[in-house]
């Protein structure tokens, strides 16, 4: 396992490297194999103790332990939980905004502990949630900083690897329950797979990888249909092939969204090419697509006052 991680080239030696930390089996065997890759002087693990749960300052004290032991730097963050709104979303937001923020001070990367086990779950919800085909790439192993060192790892090989090293963890409750979407992946859509047929997952690892190597020559197509512009004139637009055509749109949707991202925006393709001039059409996540003197550009959605 560890000559496997340190080939991906994910982990160098002396590269720093900040470590989501939960305390749960695979962010422990993470942070063991980023302290024999890189080096203990250059990893820095981070945990986030939010507080939604009675055994979370137990959780602390765990981590604390287990980087004492690996001579690791624990970073430790507390926000105050927002009154209203997503919590899940609040949390991700905190954790990847706090790993961000050192890792950038550190001139490093940021690592999480997705293994090939989330990755799975992660394309089932995707597939059951966002009907588009970059819902079946799954997680990449490097995203800028973020970079996900366990992809080619199951939740058995990370728990084979702790019980070898003796290194204790943490089991949250709440990962199994049924009242989040992937919780209920786990405990039932993953084992139907199986039932239906025993290689289930490693297929549908397999086609994700397929689809990863295709969505490179994808990109290439949309690369030389722009030519390193962020506008398209809306008669070429029309004139593509659809599937072309779609992917232009997502591209510079996605270029116009703060985040990064606009999910969904290769839905409203055909609205968009059907837009005349001087028309508008706002496409969700921030974005707004507008034609003038025939040409298609993509922006923020103005705000109302």
């Known amino acids: 396992m560890l000559e496997r991680a340190a080939a991906d080239g994910l982990l160098v030696r002396g590269r720093p490297v900040v470590v989501l930390y939960s305390g749960g089996r695979d962010s422990t065997c993470l ?3 980023a302290s024999s890759i890189a080096g203990a002087g250059a990893v820095t693990a981070l945990h986030v103790n939010y507080g939604l749960r009675e055994a979370a300052d137990e959780d602390e004290r765990h981590c ?3 980087c004492e032991r690996l001579a690791v730097p624990l970073e430790l963050r507390h926000p105050r939980r927002p009154e209203s709104g997503n919590v899940q979303a609040w949390a991700r937001d905190e954790r990847y905004g706090a ?14 502990a997705h293994t090939a086990t989330d990755q799975i779950e992660t394309i089932l919800y995707r597939l059951a949630s966002s009907p588009s085909r970059r819902a079946l790439l799954g997680m990449r192993p490097r995203d800028g900083r973020l970079v996900r060192p366990l992809l080619h ?7 084979a690897w702790c019980r070898e090293r003796g290194l ?5 409750a709440s990962n199994d329950s049924d009242d989040y979407a992937r919780g209920r992946i786990r405990s039932t ?6 039932a239906v047929h025993p290689a289930a997952e490693r297929n549908v690892l397999a086609l994700a990888a397929f689809l990863r190597d295709e969505a490179e020559v994808l990109d290439g197509l949309v690369d030389d249909a722009l030519s390193g512009r962020d506008e398209i004139a809306v008669a070429a637009l029309r004139s593509m092939p659809p599937a072309l055509r779609r992917l232009v749109v997502q591209r510079l949707a996605d270029r116009a969204s703060v985040s990064g991202l606009a999910p969904g925006a290769a839905r409203r393709t055909d609205e968009i090419a059907a837009l005349q001039d001087g028309g508008a059409l706002d496409i969700g996540s ?8 025939g040409v298609v550009r993509f922006g923020p959605t103005p705000t109302v006052r």
């Open 31 to 33: 942070l063991d194999l």
């Open 64 to 66: 604390a332990a287990v």
């Open 99 to 112: 790993a961000a923020a050192l890792a950038l001070e550190l001139d490093g990367d940021v690592a999480s």
């Open 153 to 159: 790892f199951t939740r058995e090989d990370t728990t």
């Open 168 to 172: 204790g963890w943490r089991d949250d």
């Open 189 to 194: 859509l993953v084992p139907a797979l199986r």
């Open 286 to 293: 921030g974005v707004r697509a507008t034609v003038r003197g």
